[in-house]
């Protein structure tokens, strides 16, 4: 009811507008609702996975123009038109990603306006299209024999779509598929580490973006019935990005608002402009780029971030304790190798960087059970060594092998698919999301739900036990009281053991740490040894890397020493901490 009350809201309001209104007033409400379709879209795709798009107008002209042909040349109706414009769509959203996804930083931004501006010329030279002059007595969108010719009518269609598609997208947004989307763009390596395809994520963004462009394309055909090239330009592509940017491109409502204010600003511009400085011309997207460049000074995160704060400071509003979910279905637990065996065996791991051999032919074996400790002097090759097992690196020569498989060549997510779950050395999650929806990413590859299911919200079987076993995580790591804060707004010892039950989540049978205790106070220390030393008892296999000696000496059945990238001693503590060559290399240093 929490989603479906802003929605029906949304709704009512603009139909009531509509109802309430001029001609003219009804048309501006129908393009902001087309807007709205696309800027939904660009919230997805640069709002939450961070991938920048110039090139949506073009996709809601590929879906336009589809609609246009069929209806003119085949004289079919909705039921045709709508699934083959999206599925046009779709297609070339689905090629061009192929294409272009893969490009990072500034290359993918560059690579949406050279689509943009291609698809844009090829729309103006193909004669079935009409060239510049487009195509034009497109007959009207006809339902159950009633054609809806006027712009009111058509209104209702178009802010029923408009609120669908909000609706669709937060189910979205709320789920497993969801929190994927989020970590693609705030930290990719843990997310793959976790079963996020993030490659697939980008993906299903990106066509899910241009499906939404599309839809507004289609809806666009038959409230002008006419297309020309003109409304599918860069110059348009950008003015979507300006939307969600002045929106908020983190918010679903983000999309509306800005959709919402940049035209209604354009119309009082071109009113207003023009008698302000004697001349015509385009002079709004003069004024809309000062706009932009402000906004980003000023309010980073646009108009929805700004009332989401106020909104969080209802006290009626803001976001509630997780309750216990009693009776929430259970997750599937992984079988358990048994006790004693080597687990972990790393043999003549060679790795070398430009100029440096960071782990030199190192040979180790993890006893299933046990905990062992990685130490050695800052520079040692600790961290190399751990991302060679966890696969963030390549080894340069030598083998891993986790549970009787050989793992090294595989990806991060293919190891973690084994039973491997880690921490990092510089903390990794999604800082704005709550310490729950952290944890909760956790467990992603637990269960499969897929993205139609997710916008249907029709995962919440799966959702409830992932939900219950994050609780249970927190809880068991002592983060309860901190459970629906942003993750980022946690001190560093506290994101630390954040990332100790995320890694929980994934029901791991090794536990890769990388320095937990770095950051923590003594009672959080002590609180941590208990954990570790409890997951032992319960037949969880850790190794850990840890510069606090008192702590790893108590903590560890057995150590490892690194020093130059060489394993210079191995053994229980006592005897690790009587080797001359560690005191001389390492204890020696801290004594
Ligand atoms: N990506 C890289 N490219 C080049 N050199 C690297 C890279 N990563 C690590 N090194 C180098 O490899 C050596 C081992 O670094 P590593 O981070 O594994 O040590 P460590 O034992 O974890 O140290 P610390 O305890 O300070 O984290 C260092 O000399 C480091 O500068």
Request: proline share 4%; hydrophobic share 50%; with cysteine.
């Amino acid at each position: 009811m929490a989603r479906f009350l802003p929605i029906l809201t949304l709704l009512a309001a603009a139909l009531a507008l509509q109802a309430l209104s001029g001609e003219h007033a009804v048309s501006v409400l129908n393009y902001i609702g087309l807007y709205a379709l696309v800027a939904l879209g660009l919230v997805v795709l640069t709002g939450i996975t961070g991938q920048t798009s110039f090139g949506q107008a073009a996709f809601a002209g590929i879906a336009a123009y589809a609609t246009a042909v069929i209806a003119t040349q085949f004289g079919l109706g909705p039921l045709v038109t709508l699934p083959a414009a999206l599925l046009t769509t779709a297609v070339a959203a689905f090629l061009i990603a192929a294409i272009t996804l893969r490009l990072s930083g500034h290359y993918l931004p560059l690579s949406t306006i050279a689509w943009g501006i291609s698809l844009f010329y090829l729309f103006g030279n193909i004669e079935m299209l009409g060239g510049h002059t487009g195509i034009d007595h497109i007959p009207p969108l006809s339902l159950f024999g009633h054609e809806l010719t006027g712009g009111r009518e058509l209104g209702v269609i178009i802010w029923g779509l408009v609120a669908l598609a909000v609706w669709a997208v937060s189910n979205l947004l709320d789920s497993a598929q969801g929190r994927a989307l989020r970590a693609v763009k705030d930290a990719p390596l843990m997310a793959e580490t976790f079963g996020v395809d993030t490659v697939k994520e980008k993906r299903i963004a990106f066509v899910l973006a241009a499906l939404l462009a599309g839809l507004s394309g289609w809806l666009y055909a038959y409230l002008l019935r006419f297309v020309n090239p003109s409304p599918f330009s860069l110059s348009i592509g950008i003015e979507y990005l300006f939307m969600v940017v002045v929106g908020g491109a983190g918010y679903v409502w983000g999309a509306i608002i800005g959709a919402a204010l940049i035209t209604l600003a354009r119309e009082w511009l071109q009113d207003f402009l023009p008698v302000l400085l004697g001349t015509s011309g385009n002079f709004e997207t003069v004024v809309f780029g000062g706009l932009i460049i402000f906004l980003l000074h000023r309010a980073e995160g646009g108009v929805a971030e700004r009332l989401s704060g106020l909104v969080r400071r209802l006290p009626f509003l803001a976001p509630t304790d997780a309750g216990e979910e009693t009776d929430a279905p259970q997750l599937p637990v992984r079988p358990r190798p048994s006790a004693g065996g080597d687990l972990l065996v790393v043999d003549s791991a060679l790795k070398q960087f430009p100029g440096l051999v960071a782990v030199s032919s190192i040979s180790l074996k993890v006893r299933t059970g046990e905990i062992l400790g990685l130490i050695g002097p800052n520079g040692a090759g600790k961290s190399t060594l751990f991302n060679l097992i966890s696969g963030t690196l390549h080894l340069t020569s030598g083998t891993i092998t986790f549970d009787g498989q050989v793992i090294s060549g595989r990806t991060p997510r293919q190891i973690g698919d084994c039973g491997l779950a880690r921490t990092f050395q510089h903390v990794k999650m999604m800082p704005n999301r709550s310490v729950l929806e952290n944890v909760m990413l956790g467990a992603h590859r637990r269960a499969h739900v897929g993205v139609l299911a997710s916008c249907l919200h029709m995962e919440r079987r799966e959702e409830t036990a992932i939900r219950a076993e994050a609780i249970r995580q927190i809880r068991r790591v002592g983060l309860e009281d901190v459970m629906m804060q942003p993750a980022g707004s946690l001190p560093l010892g506290k994101q630390r053991i954040l990332e100790i039950a995320r890694a929980l989540a994934a029901d791991p049978i090794l536990l890769l740490l990388d320095e937990p205790a770095a950051g923590l106070r003594l009672p959080e220390k002590k609180l941590l040894y208990k954990l570790l030393r409890q997951l032992r008892a319960e037949g969880l296999t850790i190794l850990i890397v840890e510069h606090d000696m008192d702590f790893v000496m108590s903590l560890v059945d057995r150590l490892v020493v690194m020093s130059f990238g060489q394993l210079i001693c191995e053994g229980d503590p006592a005897k690790v901490q009587g080797d001359q060559r560690v005191v001389e290399a390492y204890l020696g240093d801290a004594a």
